[in-house]
């Protein structure tokens, strides 16, 4: 019997708030979010997916200036936001942080910057080296026992790693949050690969997406857009591959009468791994165009999959 399929699109909003420095956010940048959001709400989007260190706080802030002119927004959405990578502190450009006492006091911030009293979810960002796992969760039982966070999952986390930190939880981790793209697609690589030559040039580790699958762990996607260089968002950096696969494309949209951004969106969502795509484009024309990828998931076929799939990776399977 067929398993249930739960993915849905999930808007990113890392794109909120103008420039990543901590200058305060504009008017302009306001209405730029404000335009995103209500054509994610239109499209049926119902997860808007934040981190504490999008635009240097100013993402959440704009959101939660969203969230306060309009009282009934909150009950219809869930939000998620991440904590542990640190940017600009300590003299050090990036590291992370998932010490107990970082835990508790980002989130404490990402809540009042959103002007809400819990999250949904909460998402550790990255997997931190000095992570001790068990002080990680007495925080997040100490977050979910205050009514702070309902639910938890990370980002960026291979299959042993999740293992590693559920041992110390009661919380089941719900969500972990990868880079996968018809572009990015060493996730695809990587199984195909084994046991040949050209699985030793891909690192995604084996093991993630059928941990996820074995433990209830849905998949999000970040980067799911590919950045736009299969569907005429982004043509600078595109080589040979990108334009071939660009043309297919196209191709195909004409075919299923849908937006290129949908045939790549339906491309991962057509997967077993039921693979929720982050869209994080904040151009209300290109959040739209995106509304049509279930269909084109459920539509499109074996050969079609794998002719995209080859056209991506400039060559055919093994």
């Known amino acids: 019997?067929?398993?249930?399929?739960?993915?849905?699109?999930?808007?990113?909003?890392?794109?909120?708030?103008?420039?990543?420095?901590?200058?305060?956010?504009?008017?302009?940048?306001?209405?730029?979010?404000?335009?995103?959001?209500?054509?994610?709400?239109?499209?049926?989007i119902r997860v808007f997916d934040h981190a504490d260190i999008y635009r240097s706080g100013k993402a959440e802030a704009i959101f939660g200036e969203i969230l306060a002119g309009d009282q009934t927004l909150r009950a219809s959405i869930q939000i998620q936001t991440k904590c542990g990578i640190r940017v600009g502190e300590?003299?050090?450009?990036?590291?992370?942080?998932?010490?107990?006492?970082?835990?508790?006091?980002?989130?404490?911030?990402?809540?009042?910057?959103?002007?809400?009293?819990?999250?949904?979810?909460?998402l550790l960002h990255r997997p931190d080296p000095l992570m001790e796992p068990e002080l990680v969760a007495e925080a997040l039982t100490e977050l979910h026992a205050e009514g702070l966070i309902r639910q938890i999952g990370v980002s960026n986390m291979a299959g042993v790693q999740m293992a590693t930190l559920q041992r110390h939880l009661e919380l089941p981790i719900?969500?972990?949050?990868?880079?996968?793209?018809?572009r990015k697609r060493d996730w695809v690589e990587a199984g195909i690969g084994v046991n040949g030559d050209q699985g030793i040039a891909y690192d995604f580790p084996l093991g993630t997406l059928e941990y996820g699958a074995a433990h209830g762990v849905a998949l999000q996607?970040?980067?799911s857009l590919a950045r736009g260089?299969?569907?005429?968002?982004?043509?600078?950096?595109?080589?040979?591959?990108?334009?071939?696969?660009?043309?297919?494309?196209?191709t195909l949209a004409g075919q299923y009468g849908v937006a290129p951004e949908a045939i790549v969106l339906g491309w991962l969502m057509r997967h077993p791994a039921?693979?929720?795509?982050?869209?994080?484009?904040?151009?209300?024309?290109?959040?739209?165009?995106?509304?049509?990828?279930?269909?084109?998931?459920?539509?499109?076929?074996?050969v079609e999959w794998y002719s995209l799939f080859s056209a991506a990776r400039g060559q055919d399977v093994p």
């Open 229 to 250: 260089v299969y569907s005429g968002a982004r043509t600078g950096d595109a080589g040979p591959a990108e334009r071939v696969t660009s043309a297919m494309v196209a």
């Open 1 to 44: 019997m067929a398993t249930a399929r739960t993915q849905e699109l999930v808007y990113g909003c890392m794109g909120f708030g103008g420039s990543w420095d901590p200058s305060p956010y504009s008017r302009e940048d306001l209405r730029t979010a404000q335009r995103a959001v209500t054509a994610a709400l239109d499209l049926g």
């Open 221 to 223: 996607a970040w980067g």
């Open 274 to 302: 039921d693979i929720s795509p982050v869209i994080g484009t904040t151009n209300p024309e290109r959040i739209r165009a995106c509304a049509d990828a279930a269909a084109v998931a459920a539509q499109l076929t074996r």
């Open 90 to 122: 300590s003299g050090l450009g990036v590291h992370y942080n998932l010490d107990k006492q970082a835990i508790l006091d980002r989130v404490r911030g990402s809540l009042d910057r959103l002007q809400v009293e819990w999250v949904d979810t909460l």
């Open 174 to 182: 719900v969500v972990n949050q990868l880079e996968l793209s018809l």
